[in-house]
């Protein structure tokens, strides 16, 4: 038996999801608050701070109550926020707290009729988080740690709700198409307004980013044994979020859990139990709470939560974390962009060589892009930055000319390959293996499944294509060579 579930259409879903994340009927606070993580987590200090000896457990639960998140699957697994013992001094503590509007605002998400999403935060690695999804995975660690027990309803509260009902409520869909999007602030120094860059799913990148934090964060405490200290919920968020990255070392020297190492973590964690298992009983535990058991005798339930889930691994696990265009901050395209053939056979590997130093931060790496866009489009006269992708040593890729349009990298061989450049001059070093193993495997992974790179693709230096450079520098060029992929050429090279 197959139900039409297309008759409810996405607004059903949309009113399920509703009932979680609580948004609707909230109160208009005036006053206008940054949208950032540091400013979240100062509020959240100025709480503690009037509050000593405070224990992040009743804090985390008590923002709960203030978001209004005690739907029938959270009180399942974490009961209702008002039973927690003092919880009305804690409110009064959080009510007459100058930051109460911030609070009140930050952790309700909702998508506008205008594309506007609520409810998200900017992390300083330059992605957007919910918090819902967030705050919910660490009340599940530290409940787990207080109580010395499992860390029950990790998954359905943090990822498993949000995708299977994103994967349902557009079943007819694509599955790439139910999933996303990512969005661009107004402005990441003082972001305000968050707006998406299409009509939104059930389950937004931000969303996501929020879920893979809350699962890592709450496996971390929830593992946490019980002579373990126990930190304040600042410090915790500050440890994974403001994190500082040193030069010659960068990510490769980080041993501890920061956010830009969210995809891989949350892999390590999810994979071995079984994602397309979580999400269905996920989806079963509700419907059996919401008394809506007949859903599931729609028979395109597992293939729609299956395709989903395949969806999910290419465009978060395997595909790595890319900064759009809009959030570094680029100039719009002169002219009108030239779209590519896919998929394409070749990938040319550069370094910037300006900038010399390798960027460990997304404020120097978005200013080096703005650079570099600068220079292309002002300089030599280029309609854009040259290369397609550009990939920084803070652990992300930021978006050039990007999948679709033809890039200026590699004179003569622009319409047949991508650029792709990493940030520093590698003439006698080399980059961080972590840069390196995002362009080298995540990326390319990401464009051969994605059908924008051929399988059978080639690597190439800059300089065997072209004369007069010596690009990607002698000690990267040595080590590429070395790569799968990489072929030697006879041919004479294109004059630059």
Known sequence: MRLDMTSFGPTFFFILAASYYGVCGRPTVSGVHLRNMDSFVSAVEQVEASNPGLSPLALVTALRRTAGHDDPLTINFLGASNNLSGSATLDTAILNAS?????????????????????????????????????????????????????????????GRTLGLSFLSLQDFPP????????????????????LSRPPTLATDALINGGMDGVILGTDLGSLSA????????????????????EGQGLDAVTSHVSPR??????????????????????????????????????????????????????????????????????????????????????YVHHTYEP??????????????????????????????????????????YEGRGWHHLGTHTRGHNSIGYGVSIIGNYTSTLPSRYAVDLLRRRLVQCAVDGGRLAADFTFHGHRQMVNYTSCPGDAFYSEIRSWEHFKEITTSKTEE
């Open 262 to 347: 969210r995809r891989e973590i949350s892999r390590s964690i999810l994979e071995p139990l079984d994602p397309q298992k979580q999400v269905m009983e996920t989806l079963a535990l509700i419907w059996k709470l919401e008394g809506t058991e007949w859903i599931s005798l729609d028979t395109g339930v597992e293939k729609a939560v299956k395709d989903g889930v395949q969806a999910f691994v290419h465009k978060y696990w395997d595909c790595p974390p890319i900064i759009p265009r809009c959030q570094w901050g680029a100039q719009s395209y002169r002219d009108t962009p030239i779209p590519l053939s896919l998929p394409l056979s070749f990938l």
């Open 227 to 246: 002579s373990d200290h126990l930190q304040n919920l600042s410090q915790i968020l500050k440890k994974y979020y403001s994190y500082v990255l040193h």
């Open 176 to 195: 790439l198409h139910r999933l996303g999007p990512d969005g661009c602030w107004d402005n990441v120094v003082q972001p305000k307004v968050f707006k």
């Open 99 to 159: 930051s109460f509007s911030f609070f009140d605002k930050a952790i309700h998400h909702v998508v506008t009729d205008h594309g506007e999403e609520r409810g998200v935060v900017l992390a300083p690695d330059g992605t957007t988080v919910a918090l819902a999804p967030l705050l919910l995975g660490i009340e599940v660690g530290l409940k787990a740690k207080m109580e010395a027990t499992p860390a029950v309803g990790l998954i359905p509260l943090t990822l």
């Open 356 to 397: 010399s130093s390798p960027c460990l931060s997304f404020p120097t790496c978005s200013a080096d892009m703005r650079a570099m866009q600068r220079f292309h489009q002002c300089d030599r006269g280029w309609s854009d930055i040259g290369y397609s992708f550009v990939v920084g040593s803070d652990g992300y890729v």
